[in-house]
């Protein structure tokens, strides 16, 4: 592939010798290629079915947690594959279900604050003298009056038409995603960010920053169908937590889903609902224990009394 670079006035032509992309190649053939990577595909009719509406990349990224079993001789059939990523649809559902808690109560918590200890106007999340840094603000404050902009909730085009535009803060957080209120959250005063983390058990307002963000980013990966089975987060829990507990190793690090549930514990607030949660994960579980491991979910044997406690 040729590209154009400028130096000093002159053009020059460089050459890169770059890995040509493969072709399309159809669903017989990709039957063909999910055989040559050891998978058993004992019927062709009901696998052309499935990859003529799911697509094949997609498949492969459920083969890659069953590598080792390929490299031991295991027989994995393409039925199993099928069913890991029913299991990881599933289970992006329930973790989408339980991550709504978490934001609902988030908005509540910045609006006690801001709206109720700071001054009661409703407007002072607009006032950059509450934010550490003028600039971010200032990025944070035109993402969400873009959003107020877009949004057809009745209550916003009620406040467009009825006070010029003027959003309460308790009305422009419900239409505000969660990485924009952790985006807030980062940036607010540091007394302020204290009294929003004092409403959760135990959680330093620094480290609140970062659970904040994990969750933000497990939300997304969820709700854009991402894989969630085999995935490495980024750390948020800390590795101690993991070593006080005889958990690190291979499988049980603090970069797989079981920290990011342990953060979801964490932050949500209401007890009868965490434990409806944890229900619903050993009921999903449960069904799907012969085709999945729970290792690759950095699940140690005890998972359910760790999350519990």
Known sequence: MNFYAQIGGSFFLLEYAMKK???????????????SKGIIVDNKEYATQILNRINYYRILGYILPFKQNLKNGE?????????????????????????????????????????????????????????????????????????????????MVHYRREYNGQYPIWVILEVVSIGK?????????????????????NIHHSRLIGYLKAVSYLRNKCAHHSRIYYRMFKAQV??????????????FTNKRLFSQLYILKDLCVDVNTWGTFLTDLTKLVKNFEKDIDIRHLGFPEDWQKLLKQ
């Open 238 to 251: 800390p590795a101690f937590w993991y070593r006080e507990k005889g958990l690190e190793n291979e499988y």
């Open 75 to 155: 027989k994995i059939h393409f039925r199993r594959v099928m069913r890991v990523l029913a299991f990881d649809q599933r289970l992006r559902g329930l973790l989408l279900k339980y991550i709504e808690h978490v934001e609902i109560s988030l908005r509540t918590f910045i609006v006690k604050s801001l709206a109720f200890k700071e001054h009661k106007d409703g407007i002072s999340y607009r006032n950059p003298c509450f934010y550490r840094s003028k600039e971010k603000f200032e990025k944070w404050i035109a993402s969400i009056d873009e959003a107020a902009a877009q949004s057809d909730e009745p209550f």
């Open 21 to 35: 992309l493969k072709s399309a190649i159809s669903i017989s053939d990709q039957i063909v290629e999910l055989e």
């Open 181 to 201: 209120l952790s985006r807030m959250y980062e940036i607010l005063n540091k007394n302020i960010q204290r009294d929003i983390a004092g409403c959760y058990n």
